[in-house]
């Protein structure tokens, strides 16, 4: 995942959502006794709603400006071309609609889940509408008719979810297959992704963007298929399942690609992110 310069000087904010909360000890010992207590990092709410934050920030900046975002990673002014700007782009949708979810779920109390997971699929189902419009698939891909039928799927879920309609679980449903099934191959089998997907004008550094892409699609999908399959879930711990997945892809594409080490980046920011979701699966699940 890509991160932004403006998540780290938002530093004080993270502080106040964090409350400063203590590592937890690993033992506590009372008398001669030795107990294992809780080793959590954080309480589950808390790594939850920190994700969140970080993917929103980061989503936002990546969405309003994928240059600049390029080059904090290592990427060297004017060297990305089109379709790798386009793949950024797409990319801080999907994490915007990580972190509006969150800020629905986790950080207000007046917003139910239909409404949270309608709004959280509305910036992708943005950015499939603008390429459409601007005959992308002329240019630098993705496919036309492929990209129609995804912006149909968001559509669908974010129509059900801003209206509450009754359907809404089942577009929520689809979603998260949908997400799953496109996101997941991205990084297992980036080739086979950028032909099916017809991407143009491709270069060295195209197949590690999509891979970086693909996984945050997928953990999208999980995300929305946890808090779709079970109604009564906390969201924390949606956000726990969703990081599993993340934290999979991520070290997939991150530590063991090829296409990934093309791009001759220095693997330190990307990293972050794998501790990132670590941090959330320990805090949330164990």
């Known amino acids: 995942m890509l991160f932004s310069q403006q998540a780290i000087v938002s530093v004080p904010i993270i502080k106040r959502i964090v409350h400063l909360a203590p590592i937890n000890p690993l033992f506590s010992i009372e008398g001669n006794t030795m107990n294992i207590v809780d080793i959590r990092p954080l309480d589950a709410k808390t790594a939850a709603k920190l994700l969140g934050f970080l993917y929103g920030v980061t989503g936002l900046q990546q969405a309003v400006a994928p240059n600049f975002s390029g080059t904090f990673y290592g990427f060297k002014k004017g060297k990305l071309n089109a379709i790798n700007c386009s793949i950024i782009h797409r990319n801080g949708t999907v994490l915007l609609g990580l972190g509006l979810v969150a800020y629905c779920l986790l950080f207000r109390s007046d917003c ?20 459409l419009l601007e005959n992308d698939a002329a240019t630098i891909g993705p496919n036309r008719t492929k990209e129609m039928l995804a912006l149909a799927v968001h559509c669908l ?54 891979q970086i892409m693909g996984s945050n699609y997928a953990t999208l999908g999980t995300l929305y298929g946890a ?58 699940l164990l």
């Open 227 to 284: 808090l779709a399959w079970s109604k009564d879930l906390d969201p924390a711990k949606a956000y726990g399942y969703a990081s599993v997945i993340a934290m999979t892809l991520y070290s997939r594409a991150i530590l063991f690609s090829s296409e990934f080490d093309a791009m001759g980046l220095d693997k330190s920011k990307f990293v972050f992110w794998i501790v990132m979701v670590t941090l959330v699966v320990v805090s949330t």
């Open 112 to 131: 139910d889940q239909n409404l949270a997971l309608g709004i959280g699929a509305i910036p992708i189902a943005v950015k499939f509408l603008s390429s």
């Open 157 to 210: 879920a974010a129509y059900g979810g801003l209206t509450s309609a009754d359907w809404a679980p089942i577009a929520f449903r689809l979603l998260s297959i949908w997400c799953i099934a496109v996101g997941a191959h991205m990084p297992i089998h980036v080739s086979s992704a950028a032909e099916l997907w017809e991407v143009k004008n491709t270069d060295e550094t195209t197949h590690g963007l999509i």
